[in-house]
């Protein structure tokens, strides 16, 4: 299958100064992608560019088979965008800002106010249609962003940094709505975003941008085994009979066993790695050997934990 969203070799330069770098990303329908950086990594002007808004100073950007560049006008017919900052009129309710972005969009006005009624369903906005908008918190403002950029059926949603500035239970909801459009209804999802283990939650891959690089891509499995090679799973386990002679023969039997790639005793704890998750058979190793276990860990490597890692 053609990927939905192909990046071939794009580059930005500002003057001297390169802020996307030879980026090579290709995009499945119905995949959440998460664009992960710090600030300046070049998160926005990659968007810019998908979205034909800034012109690449090399390689290409298609969406939808259309290349952003040459045709923005049909990229933008089949893409949402979602800014960071978002402009609604304050003193109009939810519902009458939606119907006015769909009357925007040629949308006659019977066929709008349905379609806006039934967008504030799906944002779980329907109790607040009738409110000002002014009056919104600003997750509810982000969730009618997602209203906003749904109404005109886009195939592609690209959110820039759409969790800034929302509460953790504002965070949960809207990633969770994003989750839910991407798997049941197959829109493909781009967002940017720099808080790493939040979006690590929902994205099916992330690529890991740093000064206009892509330093990594991938789901988070196969980056944390790529970077972490044989330590990829570290099991943690506490004996209740917690001699060092007992904790020095397990290691030598799971070590023999080639269970673990290493083991050591820490604390008195076996801190056990392993390029696999060696969970079961290790803990079954253990229990044979007549041993009893009183305290298990398994520590799994997150977004945080890579990125660390690479700097
Ligand atoms: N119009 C411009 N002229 C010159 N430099 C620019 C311009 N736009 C962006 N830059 C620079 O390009 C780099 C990448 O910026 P960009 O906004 O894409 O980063 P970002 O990853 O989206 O960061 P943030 O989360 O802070 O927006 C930064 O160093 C920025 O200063």
């Not at 990303?25 to 664009?35: N, P």
């Not at 994205?203 to 970077?227: E, H, M, P, W």
């Amino acid at each position: 299958m053609k990927p939905i969203i192909k990046l071939k070799n794009l580059t930005k330069k500002y003057g001297d100064f390169i802020a996307v770098n030879n980026l090579n990303i290709e995009i499945k329908k119905g995949e959440i992608f998460g664009l992960l950086g710090p600030n300046g990594a070049g998160k926005s002007t990659t968007i810019l560019m998908l979205l034909g808004l800034t012109e690449p100073s090399n390689g290409n950007a298609w969406v939808c088979n259309y290349n952003a560049t040459k045709n923005p006008i049909e990229v933008k017919k089949h893409v949402g965008y979602l800014p960071d900052n978002l402009g609604f009129y304050n003193n109009r309710t939810g519902l009458e800002n939606l119907i006015y972005i769909a009357r925007l969009n040629n949308i006659p006005t019977e066929i709008a106010t349905k379609k806006a009624k039934e967008l504030l369903t799906r944002v779980g906005l329907d109790n607040n249609a009738n409110q000002k908008v002014g009056t919104y918190s600003r997750g509810m403002k982000q969730r009618l962003g997602l209203a906003d950029i749904l109404i005109k059926n886009p195939s592609v949603i690209i959110l820039d940094e759409p969790t800034l500035g929302l509460d953790p239970k504002g965070i949960k909801e809207f990633l969770q709505l994003i989750y839910k459009l991407s798997k049941e209804e197959g829109i493909t999802v781009l967002l940017s975003s720099h808080h790493l283990h939040q979006v690590q939650q929902v994205c099916d891959r992330v690529g890991l941008f740093v000064d206009g690089n892509l330093i990594a891509q991938g789901d988070i499995n196969t980056l944390a085994k790529s970077i972490f090679n044989e330590e990829s799973h570290t099991i943690e386990i506490k004996l209740k009979e917690n001699h060092e002679s007992n904790l020095n023969t397990i290691k030598n039997l799971l070590i023999q066993n080639k269970l673990a790639s290493k083991v050591s005793i820490i604390s008195e704890k076996l801190i056990i790695n392993c390029s696999d998750d060696n969970t079961t058979p290790i803990v079954k190793s253990i229990v044979n050997a007549n041993f009893n276990i009183n305290h298990l860990h398994v520590k799994s490597y997150g977004l945080d934990d890579i990125y660390q890692r690479y700097f």
